[in-house]
Nanobody, 126 residues
Framework: QVQLVESGGGTVQAGASLRLSCVVSGRAIENSFMGWFRQAPGKDRECVASISWGVGTTQYGDSVKGRFTSSRDNAKNTVYLQLNSLRPEDAAVYYC???????????????????WGQGTQVTVSS
């Protein structure tokens, strides 16, 4: 059974940093396409970062490029999302997910991910 558990969210002031973790069980992350999404109230789920199989190539959404960094620790089977220079508009529930796409492909569409964590709340005050 594949499970993803996020942690690390919280309430911070604008300009602060957080590091989110996603511990995966039942699937090796080095053999998976991993995505980080966020969803604010009334908005669609948005892919903010992804990390691919193998060497772990990362991609980022335009709204977070230069501020967020995704990484992984294969030994711990854990994916991380470092959030720097947080803004009030970054406030959302953040999810990690495993993509259901052919090896070598990439995607940022939520419909292409079939395993999801429960989410962790990030709140940013101005």
């Amino acid at each position: 059974q594949v499970q993803l558990v996020e942690s690390g969210g919280g309430t911070v002031q604008a300009g602060a940093s957080l590091r989110l973790s996603c511990v995966v069980s039942g699937r090796a992350i080095e053999n998976s396409f991993m995505g980080w999404f966020r969803q604010a109230p009334g908005k669609d789920r948005e892919c903010v970062a992804s990390i691919s199989w193998g060497v772990g190539t990362t991609q980022y959404g335009d709204s977070v490029k230069g501020r967020f960094t995704s990484s992984r620790d294969n030994a711990k089977n854990t994916v991380y999302l470092q959030l720097n220079s947080l803004r009030p508009e970054d406030a959302a529930v953040y999810y990690c997910a495993i993509g259901n796409i052919p090896y070598g492909w990439s995607t940022s569409r939520a419909v292409d991910f079939n395993y999801w964590g429960q989410g962790t709340q990030v709140t940013v005050s101005s």
